[in-house]
């Protein structure tokens, strides 16, 4: 029987011929993080409240096993981890916090988060960071930072400072640079009057909120863009071009997500412009099906589009690359492999091109070779390279990882008893 070492073999083979060395390439994925987002282990619900979700938000599914408290939670990472190769980090959004004090969104502290940072030393990983600002009594009429009313700023405005700080716990604690992500729903159902004066208001927000000086050797700041919400489906505040301004004058990340744009845009043809000009990427890798609807990332021709754009152009370095999806549909630890390793396997398939020789030919007009190469790129055997990549992470090849998954929901998922009265999740 042909084993998995032999037939990397084969495989190496075949790839030097075309100059790739494939163990090079095993080195480069081994730098590769993902941070995969918390927020699919338990359908955006948190621990700070009850309270249903709001703010241009929203997850279908009643799948059995959702995890009710931090613990469950951390047990379902820890599975999804497992079967995922390599150390990556986990995203976190603020309504995560895990403790026994009763405390609001502007009264968030580090301390609030200590067990999520014990947990992610012990397991080798980063941790990000995400503001929430929604799903909260202080969401009113459809506004955060841009509402007219300066209470509500300055509840927001607070809340956006404390998240910092948190961020730069992460960074300081764990030695690895904590991504904290502004993404705020603002916006109109119906059409506006007046465009102008809620930009205004956000801007002029989040300069408060960015005004304490923080170590970017612990913390680095990003600004996401949406097209439309739930709520918001005429007028979104922080817009596409809203934020490419904000980013680009503060120099803050951008946040490009895969789902926040018009049905037939992509973000793979953006990321070489905003490499010129900007201080970083951040990237929300999601699944949009009409609309930003966060469905789990799949092997698509945009995914693949992203990954080639990272690498043909050297943008690893200064792209972080985060994960954006949450489906109630279906296991939700399957859902966090399935993203993951997909996007994982992207990246290898872009590294595994030889770069330098497309982009030769290119140069001397050769477009016929160009051609030639990268659809017969199409037949080269990647998967025994990424086979070989998971067995040497001591990672299940293939479906393997499956029957892990379905293990674990027929002896951890019964065991979690919904709450009297409660729904198994949320519904759209």
């Given at each position: 029987m042909t084993t998995i070492t032999q037939k990397y073999e084969e495989a190496k083979e075949k790839y030097?011929?075309?100059?790739?060395?494939?163990?090079?390439?095993?080195?480069?994925?081994?730098?590769?993080?993902?941070?995969?987002?918390?927020?699919?282990?338990?359908?955006?619900?948190?621990?700070?409240?009850?309270?249903?979700?709001?703010?241009?938000?929203s997850v279908t599914g009643n799948y059995p096993g959702v995890a009710r408290s931090p613990q469950q939670l951390r047990q379902d990472l820890e599975k999804a981890f497992s079967l995922i190769p390599g150390k990556h980090k986990l995203n976190l959004h603020a309504i995560y916090l895990d403790t026994e004090e009763r405390v609001d969104l502007n009264e968030l502290e580090p301390k609030h988060f200590e067990p999520w940072v014990t947990w992610a030393k012990e397991n080798g990983l980063g941790l990000d960071f995400n503001p929430t600002f929604f799903s909260h009594p202080m969401y009113r009429d459809g506004f955060t930072l841009a509402h007219p009313n300066p209470q509500v700023r300055d509840f927001w405005i607070e809340h956006g400072k404390r998240s910092r700080r948190i961020a730069e716990y992460f960074g300081r604690e764990l030695g690895q640079v904590a991504v904290n992500n502004f993404w705020v729903p603002d916006g109109f159902k119906?059409?506006?009057?007046?465009?102008?004066?809620?930009?205004?208001?956000?801007?002029?927000?989040?300069?408060?909120?960015?005004?304490?000086?923080?170590?970017?050797?612990?913390?680095?700041?990003?600004?996401?863009?949406?097209?439309?919400?739930?709520?918001?489906?005429?007028?979104?505040?922080?817009?596409?071009e809203f934020y490419m301004g904000?980013?680009?004058?503060?120099?803050?990340l951008i946040c490009l997500d895969a789902g926040h744009f018009h049905p037939t845009e992509v973000i793979s043809n953006k990321l070489s412009s905003l490499s010129l000009f900007g201080e970083g990427m951040l990237?929300?890798?999601?699944?949009?099906?009409?609309?930003?609807?966060?469905?789990?990332?799949?092997?698509?021709?945009?995914?693949?589009?992203?990954?080639?754009?990272?690498?043909?152009?050297?943008?690893?370095?200064?792209?972080?690359?985060?994960?954006?999806?949450?489906?109630?549909?279906?296991?939700?630890?399957?859902?966090?492999?399935?993203?993951?390793?997909?996007?994982?396997?992207?990246?290898?398939?872009?590294?595994?091109?030889p770069t330098n020789v497309l982009k030769e030919a290119e140069?001397?007009?050769?477009?016929?070779?160009?051609?030639?190469?990268?659809?017969?790129?199409?037949?080269?055997?990647?998967?025994?390279?990424?086979?070989?990549?998971?067995?040497?992470?001591?990672?299940?090849?293939?479906?393997?990882?499956?029957?892990?998954?379905?293990?674990?929901?027929?002896?951890?998922?019964?065991?979690?008893?919904?709450?009297?009265?409660k729904d198994s999740c949320r519904f759209s």
């Amino acid at each position: 029987m042909t084993t998995i070492t032999q037939k990397y073999e084969e495989a190496k083979e075949k790839y030097a011929s075309i100059d790739v060395d494939t163990e090079a390439v095993l080195e480069k994925m081994a730098d590769v993080k993902i941070s995969m987002h918390v927020w699919q282990g338990d359908d955006v619900r948190g621990f700070l409240s009850e309270d249903e979700l709001s703010g241009g938000i929203s997850v279908t599914g009643n799948y059995p096993g959702v995890a009710r408290s931090p613990q469950q939670l951390r047990q379902d990472l820890e599975k999804a981890f497992s079967l995922i190769p390599g150390k990556h980090k986990l995203n976190l959004h603020a309504i995560y916090l895990d403790t026994e004090e009763r405390v609001d969104l502007n009264e968030l502290e580090p301390k609030h988060f200590e067990p999520w940072v014990t947990w992610a030393k012990e397991n080798g990983l980063g941790l990000d960071f995400n503001p929430t600002f929604f799903s909260h009594p202080m969401y009113r009429d459809g506004f955060t930072l841009a509402h007219p009313n300066p209470q509500v700023r300055d509840f927001w405005i607070e809340h956006g400072k404390r998240s910092r700080r948190i961020a730069e716990y992460f960074g300081r604690e764990l030695g690895q640079v904590a991504v904290n992500n502004f993404w705020v729903p603002d916006g109109f159902k119906d059409n506006p009057v007046d465009r102008l004066t809620p930009r205004k208001r956000l801007m002029a927000s989040l300069d408060e909120i960015f005004s304490e000086e923080i170590d970017p050797a612990y913390t680095v700041d990003a600004v996401e863009s949406k097209l439309f919400g739930i709520g918001s489906e005429a007028y979104t505040v922080g817009s596409h071009e809203f934020y490419m301004g904000y980013g680009l004058t503060r120099n803050k990340l951008i946040c490009l997500d895969a789902g926040h744009f018009h049905p037939t845009e992509v973000i793979s043809n953006k990321l070489s412009s905003l490499s010129l000009f900007g201080e970083g990427m951040l990237l929300h890798v999601s699944r949009p099906v009409r609309w930003d609807s966060d469905h789990v990332v799949i092997m698509d021709d945009e995914l693949q589009e992203i990954a080639k754009e990272l690498v043909r152009n050297d943008l690893l370095g200064k792209t972080h690359v985060g994960l954006d999806f949450f489906d109630a549909t279906i296991n939700r630890v399957a859902a966090w492999v399935i993203g993951t390793r997909n996007t994982q396997k992207a990246l290898m398939k872009a590294i595994l091109e030889p770069t330098n020789v497309l982009k030769e030919a290119e140069l001397m007009g050769d477009f016929t070779t160009r051609l030639a190469l990268t659809e017969e790129l199409k037949d080269f055997p990647f998967a025994d390279i990424w086979n070989y990549y998971c067995q040497e992470n001591h990672v299940p090849i293939g479906l393997d990882w499956l029957t892990d998954v379905q293990e674990y929901e027929k002896v951890i998922l019964p065991t979690r008893q919904l709450p009297t009265g409660k729904d198994s999740c949320r519904f759209s």
